[in-house]
Nanobody, 127 residues
Framework: QVQLVESGGGLVQAGGSLRLSCAAS????????MGWFRQAPGKERQFVAA????????YYVDSVKGRFTISRDNAKNTVYLQMNSLKPEDTAVYYC????????????????????WGQGTQVTVSS
């Protein structure tokens, strides 16, 4: 079993930055695919970014490319989402997710592909 705990959300003005953290416990997650999703009120959960351990790659939804960066520190069992140039449309609850162990090289962009979820952290971007 893997437990995920997000932190780092908050209120920020448009153009500002936030860094979200997701601490994993329960198992060594170095072989897991780690993802970030977000869900705005009344909308479906949306893929934001993911890091594939097996492929050694990161990938993003088009709307955040160039602004968000996902990274991970396996020694600390933590994955991060650095968010820059934030826009009001980025406002949502952000969730960390894990799939694994994952030895495939398929891009995991659907919530159904992930096994474990954090409780979410609110990000609000004011205009």
């Amino acid at each position: 079993q893997v437990q995920l705990v997000e932190s780092g959300g908050g209120l920020v003005q448009a153009g500002g930055s936030l860094r979200l953290s997701c601490a994993a416990s329960g198992r060594t997650f170095s072989s897991y695919t780690m993802g970030w999703f977000r869900q705005a009120p009344g909308k479906e959960r949306q893929f934001v970014a993911a890091h594939s351990w097996s492929a050694g790659t990161t990938y993003y939804v088009d709307s955040v490319k160039g602004r968000f960066t996902i990274s991970r520190d396996n020694a600390k069992n933590t994955v991060y989402l650095q968010m820059n140039s934030l826009k009001p449309e980025d406002t949502a609850v952000y969730y960390c997710a894990a799939r694994g162990p994952d030895y495939g090289r398929v891009r995991r962009t659907s919530p159904s592909e992930y096994d474990y979820w954090g409780q979410g952290t609110q990000v609000t971007v004011s205009s």
